[in-house]
């Protein structure tokens, strides 16, 4: 029955090797959840900085700032793997969309909302007023993001569900893996979002900025990230375990080509584990504090290829009889590895700018 609510394969044949495809698609995934990890861990944080004992404000200040481009980058750069996502899965993708359609449309709602309360956040904070509320309903909008994400993301690798689903939407939540993959995915947004914290303090102490805020915002980053992390190891054990058996089994017996990027990525997490418990004071220790960065931006590149290699195995039967014609368009895709390599230097330069060029006393901010 589940092959039948599989859309045929479209017969136009493919504009390039599906390897390249596949390669695209990851490289392109990476840059979109390195921007939706800011915005998501940052609202949870900016959510939540009451906890900290100082610096809350310039916690709040920051995280609402800089959602004010990384929402619209975590947009942009969400544009090519999804078309990836469309020439090599399109035909699973869109019809778990279709499945849980008001959800899917919903989302764009909450992104809607949750991207306005972020500039009514903003201008708040600017006048000195509290905005503790509109950022506790920001990020629970982007935490609903993520769940219809989870959601879709589950829903699109298993056609077996669908008959099930179909008949009752609320359905596509009972996927055993669905709670500890949404509490990975969260975990390790909040976790970035707190090296980013964490670095940032760091670099404006140096440039001789309030030493105690810096500091409350420093600690508060650290104890976010190394609490996260440590809870993300146990969930990324429970998450593996949850697998189906059939998937499990396939993907231990992927050879080095799966069991290494997974063992590096959890060898990243220990080490990031490890870095973290290690800082003390985070503005006395500057170069732990990038390590810690670099540890987590690591890891993610990992999980990324992991998750990317688990899509594959949990398709591979619905797929088996795919008999996949190419017809490579070299022009079109030089063009677009052009265009989206200037794409990537341009968004580069202009948070570097945008880091670096901070107003002057009496200049209106931008």
């Known amino acids: ?5 599989i859309p045929a394969l479209d017969p136009a044949p493919l504009p390039g090797p599906p390897w390249l495809f596949h390669v695209l698609w990851v490289v392109t995934f990476l840059f979109h959840l390195l921007f939706v990890n800011t915005v998501l861990g940052g609202s949870l944080l900016a959510a939540f900085a009451g906890l900290a004992r100082t610096g809350r404000r ?12 990384a929402i619209s980058f975590a947009i942009t750069f969400a544009i090519a793997p999804l078309l990836f996502m469309q020439v090599l899965l399109g035909r699973f993708f869109y019809t778990a969309t279709i499945l849980v359609a008001w959800a899917w449309l919903g989302m764009l709602g909450l992104l809607t909302v949750a ?7 903003k201008f708040r904070l600017r006048a000195g007023k509290s905005a503790g509320g509109v950022l506790i309903v920001e990020a629970a909008c982007f935490v609903v993001i993520a769940g219809i994400q989870v959601t879709v993301n589950l829903l699109h690798m298993q056609p077996a569900r669908w008959e099930r689903v179909a008949d009752q939407a609320w359905a596509a939540l009972s996927d055993p893996t669905f709670v500890p993959r949404f509490l990975h995915f969260l975990l390790a947004a909040v976790a970035m979002a707190g090296a980013l914290l964490a670095w940032v303090a760091v670099r404006r102490a140096r440039k001789g900025g309030a030493t105690e805020a810096l500091s409350g915002m420093a600690r508060f980053g650290i104890r976010a990230a190394l609490v996260t992390t440590l809870l993300q190891l146990v969930d990324g054990f429970w998450l593996l375990l949850a697998l189906p058996e ?3 089994k396939a993907f231990m017996r992927g050879g080095p080509a799966t069991m290494v990027p997974l063992t590096v990525g959890i060898l990243a997490g220990l080490l990031l584990l490890v870095v ?21 931006v690591g890891a993610v590149v990992f999980m990324v290829v992991t998750r990317h290699q688990l899509r594959g195995i ?25 265009v989206f390599v200037v794409c990537v230097a341009i968004t580069a330069y202009a948070l570097v700018k945008a880091a670096k060029d901070r107003p002057q006393p009496g200049e209106d901010a931008a």
């Open 1 to 5: 029955m589940e092959n039948s609510l």
């Open 314 to 338: 949990y398709l591979a039967s619905a797929r088996a009889n795919e008999q996949v014609t190419v017809s490579t368009q070299w022009g079109p895709l030089a063009l677009f590895l052009v």
């Open 58 to 69: 310039e916690i709040r200040t920051l995280f609402v700032e800089v959602n004010a481009w």
């Open 246 to 248: 059939d998937v499990l």
């Open 276 to 296: 973290l418990a290690q800082i003390a004071d985070p503005l006395a220790s500057p170069a732990k504090v990038r390590r810690v960065a670099e540890l987590i």
């Open 115 to 121: 991207y306005y309360l972020n500039y009514v956040a």
